[in-house]
């Protein structure tokens, strides 16, 4: 299990890079969360929803993805409360406090999930949650040591160097977590070290001699991480405004405070065409080609948000001045007259008018769709793939000229009658290059050769290789072995 001494220190890339190494060696191996926050999600093959993250490990490994990797995702939906997702289905929503009631009752699910893991493997590795020096949420934890105690999983800690001050994360984590919990500990390793490693050599000396645990590694920053797309909206926090850089086709995203899915931009990101700017609250809109408004978690009050920046009216004045508009999920229902959401599934019970950019109406509802998807583009046939993520059912006259085709023939989507304002259900539309490069051409950016997915696949390769470098693979290996059940 790699726990880590904070929050984005790096366990979920360095999870996926192992999963790729140990996957090269020939194991079959599967990737593991007991307990994740994000809304940073993904559509299962059997019909549920895991995270993000542990859906790139299972790429990793080389499998599809399963509600066993991830049995607990909660969503959050507000600064103290989430949607609880247990075996990939909605089974409700809690506040931080009343959550801390339900975990011992998901304990039984999380094990059960990782036992069914384990007899289909030959090593399972587990991410972490935050991080385990969190004392104060020891009890019933079953996330970090409470998970590892009673699965009797030996834990690698894993430092952030480049946050500083690596050493007192790791000897601090030492001294305040409870003694059994620090002899699950079996080594370390610190993460994205930028220079010359010979000038760390005392500083891990240091760490081993005030915690005891030996150093499995000094991993070096890896410059491909961008690449992959990230766990949650900590994420977004390091995107420095434009990041295409110097292309022509300009992409605005307005950063929602309860963004959802924002991997469907990764792959306008690294297109060399395109400038994606995340506007940034407290600031005007800049100007734009396409201003594409993300999925969120709370529509509503992600939509007052976007209202109170004033981000409204620079997107009213876009579309007068001739520039088109892109809806995705959350931001589809945005777009729309009204949306109503009666039985509080986001947020508290009510409503409110839309943009009104688009002849359409929602009503959120306790059904959610979970479904992978394919099809072709109404409008010029081009190709397309993706998932469905949402609540709620839309209706309207804009629906007359729907934007997608799913295979089996029925209708996605919408258009504004002048043709500027277009929106769907489906994420990942971008991530196929065909349909990727049909929505450049159409707003006039160069032609690319940019293939995601098999970028994708070449960067964990890269990964992999990084970690093998860097990582003491076998010690490692010999501790998942030497693992007995408690």
Known sequence: MLQGTGSDVGKSLLVAGLCRAYTRRGLRVRPFKPQNMSNNAAV?????EIGRAQALQARACGVAPSVLMNPVLLKPQSEVGSQVVVGGRVIGTAKAREFQAWKPRLKAAVLDSFATLEREADLVLVEGAGSAAEVNLRANDIANMGFARAAGVPVVLAGDIDRGGVIAQLVGTKAVIDPADAAMVRGFLVNKFRGDPALFGDGMRIIEHHTGWPALGLVPFFPGAHRLPAEDAMALAGWSGRQGGGGRLRVVVPLLPRIANFDDLDPLRLEPGVDLTLARPGRPLP?????????????????LALRHNGWDIDIMAHVRQGGRVLGLCGGYQMLGQRIDDPDGIEGPPGGCDGLGLLQ?????????????????AVADGVPFSGYEMHVGTTKGSDLARPLLRFADGRLEGATSADGRVSACYVHGLFGHDAQRAAWLGRLGAPASDLAYEALIEATLDELAAHLENHVDLERMLALARARTSP
């Open 44 to 48: 299962t093959p059997d019909g549920g």
């Open 287 to 303: 100007p734009a080609d396409l201003i594409l408004l993300p999925g969120s978690k709370a529509t509503i009050a992600d939509l």
């Open 360 to 376: 359409v109406s929602t009503v959120l509802t306790g059904r959610k769709v979970l479904t992978a998807v394919a099809g072709t």
